[in-house]
């Protein structure tokens, strides 16, 4: 299986470990594998979600909350837009816990049928699975993407998306943080 696989995230998903929301406040840089790393880009700005560069959770009095990242064309930096909630719930990949993202219902389609599920690969570094809710779509495969805290770098120096590809094609099991 080569390194950074679409095959190689979906292995992972099954041997992730599912975080809190609690954990995940903070900023989280997008990625993408093989064959995905044009495609997906493109896919996401025909559906109103250009220039994606990741998420942002946020801890509030009710719980997590979180906005999608979007570069600023031509000024730099980010904007937030399409705002999402948190919970922990069953995977429609495996049905074990994950981090289950969904987007309001009055949303802008296709987001309000949009769910996105989370686990930790390793220490900052999210495998997320996106999910059509809608009908027969939701039995499909998830389209496995990264997410990679924004905060540092990991044990082995390598936060990057495409670090954590390439360990996540390894033979070797997902480190994984403590649970209180």
């Known amino acids: 299986m080569p390194p950074g696989s679409v095959s190689a995230l979906r292995g992972a998903w099954a041997t992730a470990g599912c975080p809190t929301p609690d954990e995940l406040v903070g900023d989280w840089k997008a ?24 998420k942002r959770f946020r801890g509030t009095p009710t719980g997590v909350e979180g906005m999608n990242l979007v570069r600023a064309g031509g000024f730099g930096g980010v904007v937030e837009t399409l705002p999402m909630t948190l919970r922990v719930g069953p995977s429609y990949a495996d049905g074990g816990p994950a981090v289950v993202v969904t987007y309001r219902p009055d949303g802008p389609r ?30 499909l495969a998830g389209t496995p993407f990264l997410l990679s805290a924004d905060d540092g770098a990991s044990e082995d120096g390598d936060r990057s998306a495409s670090g954590a590809a390439e360990r996540a094609s390894s033979s070797e099991p997902p480190s994984r943080r403590p649970r209180a």
């Open 31 to 54: 990625g993408f594998v093989r064959p995905l790393t044009h495609v997906a880009p493109v896919g996401l700005g025909l559906v109103g979600l250009p220039r994606w560069h990741g």
């Open 110 to 139: 296709p987001w309000r049928w949009v769910r996105d599920e989370l686990r930790e690969l390793e220490p900052g570094v999210l495998v997320g699975l996106t999910f059509v809710d809608l009908g027969p779509l939701r039995r």
